[in-house]
């Protein structure tokens, strides 16, 4: 309890408002006043802007901040829903790009040597699609009219291990830099924060086998690296925010699920994190995303409030 009394007493307003709807599980018709008061918070109101132009941003590198589907999930899981009319612009907008397996698309540029048409083109990846499933399911999107058979779609591409590298038709012969028949990591890993919130997957087999995957490849970190994603140096540095393939990610997503929480190679994951903790309970972040410089975790001198929060959200979820 010191630690959120440190937070909610030196973060800023945004993140004060995470941690009474999201630690302290406190109830969103009471805090109407903290959450008008972080909507106008500068970053908060560029996030909102951004967002609500969707598809201006073309899906060029998956690892990029400045993505709108990073940056809603971002302002989702603070606790800001449907209520804010540009969120409701995202997720309309989103919803109106659907192919016939009910897989929402990106609007994303592969040139022609690497597979694509070399044009702006709507398609998905699953290193994208996923994510936009995850966000109108935060968002309350009615599951079983507007997400199931999308959901139920990228299940059916599941194989052998996990997920391998796979696109729509829109992108051709594009895949990522690996094996056809390795499972990708990333992808594995937007689909278990998919499985996390649907009942009906959550306990699943294909969810229990990816999560075992998962951890095998933490277990077997100095050999195998699919995709050239790698669980090395780089990996156990402590980052935020969760868009990528890093520890506080992929600890965070598999303390959804019940079948990691007495696996020693889980617990590895967690001791390392813990690790890392200063001696008033809180956490300097390791590595930063330079275009996170105005934000508390885009830098590695002092204690991030955001990167603590994270963390104190894997710790309450196990």
Request: with cysteine; net charge neutral; charged share 25%.
């Amino acid at each position: 309890m010191r630690t959120f009394d440190y937070l909610l007493n030196n973060s800023e307003i945004w993140l004060q408002y995470a941690i009474r709807v999201n630690l302290l599980n406190e109830k969103k018709e009471e805090l109407v006043e903290l959450k008008n008061k972080a909507l106008q918070d500068d970053k908060i109101k560029n996030y909102l802007e951004d967002i609500a132009k969707f598809h201006e941003v073309l899906v060029r590198n998956h690892k990029d901040p400045d993505l709108p589907i990073h940056k809603l999930l971002f302002l989702l899981d603070i606790g800001f829903d449907v209520s804010e009319p540009k969120i409701e612009m995202a997720i309309t907008q989103i919803m109106a790009h659907k192919d016939e397996h009910g897989v929402y698309q990106s609007l994303t540029n592969i040139p022609k040597h690497y597979g694509g048409k070399g044009e702006d083109t709507f398609g998905w990846c699953l290193c994208d699609a996923p994510l936009l499933l995850l966000a109108l399911l935060k968002a309350k999107v009615d599951f079983d009219k507007h997400i199931k058979k999308g959901v139920d779609y990228l299940v059916s591409l599941h194989h052998g291990e996990g997920f391998s590298c796979s696109v729509s038709s829109e992108h051709g012969k594009f895949r990522g830099p690996g094996r056809k028949d390795d499972c990708c990591p990333y992808a594995m890993l937007v689909m278990l924060r998919l499985f996390s919130l649907i009942p009906e997957y959550q306990n699943s087999e294909i969810a229990n086998g990816c999560v075992e995957t998962m951890l095998s490849l933490w277990e077997n970190s100095m050999e195998r690296h699919p995709y050239m994603f790698y669980m090395g140096t780089d990996f156990r540095k402590l980052k935020a925010p969760s868009l990528w393939y890093d520890i506080v990610s992929v600890s965070d997503c598999l303390s959804k699920f019940e079948c990691v929480k007495q696996d020693k190679r889980f617990q590895e994951m967690i001791a390392i994190i813990r690790s890392k903790q200063t001696v008033n309970g809180l956490f300097i972040p390791e590595a930063v995303y330079q275009k996170f410089k105005e934000w508390d975790f885009g830098q590695k001198k002092k204690p991030s409030p955001y990167l603590t929060y994270l963390c104190e959200k894997i710790f309450q979820q196990i």
